[in-house]
């Protein structure tokens, strides 16, 4: 027992003198307390040390094929130029966004010292196009950035370029390689993903595109508005109020971006299954962005994601040959496979004549020349009808009060003399897709825009069929298809209805006032068909006539 109490005093004496030591050594001097900043700086070395460890395991990190990732020190951002035959582009390095994008063949007006269209200016840079988003977080604006390259390129005929702009965003080393090429307005991009984590990481890639307002004349025929394929399907939204609200999708999207009718800024993933679509409005730039399927990136191990950017006019030879649904952006309509073959035509007689609206007029003659005998048929069956008109008048006015005798009186008439009211329509319907598909085909051909037919007025310096996509300046043509579908009218019977003549003889009116805005090369189409038709009627006129 004597022995336990002399063990527990024992240490307690240990403990006081260990206590009592430390306390009177720190009050006599004997030992100082840790320097705060001594400690700081420790700790400050110790975090270097650390960041410095997770950026060789990041630099490590290799890909599939073994290549490592390129190096990266954070530098400030600046300028660099891409040339090539078709376009100028201007990239910040910072984040690898687009600053300007001049289209080298395509003016923004007729004049001949009229500046090229530029398919980034200024207003539409401010959103940085082509930006892209990590995890939520704008790579231009929360990440770190380098880049080792020259200031300026220029690519040559059948050549291509990569830029790589290295960075890191959310603590995810980023790399973006964009790919241009001489002969193509194609921009491809490779987007390289490495993790120092010790842990996998789930990253969410956004890509985003945006283009002025102004790259559209505005109206029906030429509106501004975000586009997309979705599963094969051409979806638009150009509707500002529901913009506003952001459009949202989500699908296979095979590609989406602001379009006008004749020029596209658009994403195409390579992976097109459960992409996520945003489209909105803001101070007047359309814009629109598509995240792919999440990306697991493995510690010491790189994650790739591949997408492509169209920035350019809607050439469909060009959109062709990157694929068949980036060529749907170029509207044809329900009639496509025609309007495919007619501009196909169009183009054969533009190289033949080297004038867009001479081509039109022969396209117009040729389309005339195949359906002249259906045309025949219905103008033969109008003029059987106009024949009959007086006994039709007769019989509608001996029945007028019992209407089920009229219409057995009127298809015994018709039977007699082996007439059928409506053989002249049927000709007529089987052309409609024909003219439809000639509609929408010169409607969105880009070729036609600025190309010019007749570019001054006889015998003055005033522009007037300079442009063909836009409309005649001085309603000229319009004023003129507006007469010729007046004097095509008097060459068919008058109809019995007066309710249905009144129509008829407004419609010349009417559709004058409808062409007073549609682009010039559609208007010399219906022009030129109106005359021939004229002048088919005529020569069956002439021909009843001398075989009396």
Request: hydrophobic share 45%.
């Amino acid at each position: 027992m004597q022995d336990s109490k002399n063990l527990v005093i024992a240490i307690v004496l240990c403990l006081l003198i260990l206590v009592g030591w430390s306390a009177l050594s720190e009050r006599m001097g004997w030992i100082s307390k840790p320097d705060p900043a001594v400690v700081a700086q420790q700790q400050e070395q110790a975090r270097k040390e650390a960041e410095a460890e997770k950026a060789k395991q990041l630099a490590s990190a290799t890909t599939p094929d073994g290549k490592p990732l390129p190096a990266f020190t954070p530098a400030p951002g600046r300028e660099v130029t891409v040339r090539t035959p078709l376009y100028t582009a201007v990239f910040h390095t910072g984040g690898g966004i687009v600053r300007s994008f001049t289209l080298n063949d395509y003016r923004s007006g007729v004049a001949a010292d009229s500046p090229d269209i530029n398919m980034v200016d200024a207003v539409t840079a401010k959103f940085s196009p082509l930006g892209l988003v990590v995890n939520k977080q704008p790579s231009w604006s929360n990440g770190v950035w380098s880049y080792e390259g020259a200031d300026s390129y220029d690519v040559a005929e059948g050549k291509s370029v990569t830029l790589t702009f290295v960075g890191e965003v959310d603590k995810v080393r980023v790399a973006r390689e964009l790919t241009f090429s001489a002969d193509t307005y194609l921009v491809k991009e490779r987007v390289r993903l490495a993790t120092p984590e010790e842990a996998s990481r789930s990253v969410r890639l956004e890509f985003t595109v945006a283009a002025d307002s102004r790259f559209a004349a505005g109206g029906n025929y030429d509106a501004m508005r975000i586009a997309w394929d979705n599963d094969g399907s051409l979806a638009e939204e150009s509707s500002v109020e529901k913009l506003a609200a952001v459009v949202t999708q989500r699908g296979r999207i095979y590609w989406a971006g602001p379009t006008s009718t004749y020029f596209l800024m658009a994403i195409m993933p390579a992976v097109s299954d459960n992409v996520g679509l945003r489209a909105w409005t803001q101070e007047g730039v359309f814009r629109a962005s598509l995240e792919p399927q999440e990306i697991v990136v493995e510690p010491g191990r790189e994650a790739v994601c591949d997408v492509s950017y169209w920035i350019g006019p809607k050439e469909r030879a060009r959109l062709l040959a990157v694929n068949e649904e980036l060529a749907k952006s170029v509207d044809l309509g329900m009639f496509s496979l025609i309007g495919k073959g007619l501009l196909w035509l169009l183009a054969k007689f533009h190289g033949f004549v080297g004038n867009w609206g001479v081509a039109i007029i022969l396209l117009t003659v040729l389309i005339k020349a195949v359906f002249w005998p259906l045309t025949a048929k219905s103008y033969a069956s109008m003029e059987q009808m106009r024949r009959l008109k007086p006994q039709m008048d007769e019989i509608r006015e001996r029945c007028k009060n019992d209407k089920q005798a009229m219409n057995k009186e009127v298809m015994a008439l018709y039977k007699t003399y082996g007439v059928n009211p409506a053989s002249g329509c049927i000709p007529l319907l089987i052309q409609l897709p024909v003219f439809f598909g000639l509609y929408q085909a010169l409607l969105t051909s880009i070729e036609l825009r600025h190309a010019s037919f007749i570019t001054y007025l006889p015998g003055t310096d005033m522009l007037w069929l300079a442009d063909l996509s836009s409309k005649d300046p001085y309603y000229i043509t319009p004023v003129i298809m507006g007469v010729t579908m007046f004097i095509q009218q008097r060459f068919n019977p008058p109809a019995s209805d007066p309710t249905q003549q009144k129509i008829m003889m407004a419609l010349p009116f009417v559709f004058t006032v409808l062409f007073l805005s549609f682009p010039s090369g559609l208007v010399i189409y219906w022009l030129v068909n109106n005359i021939l038709s004229i002048l088919q009627q005529w020569m069956m006129s002439r021909k009843r006539r001398l075989d009396k």
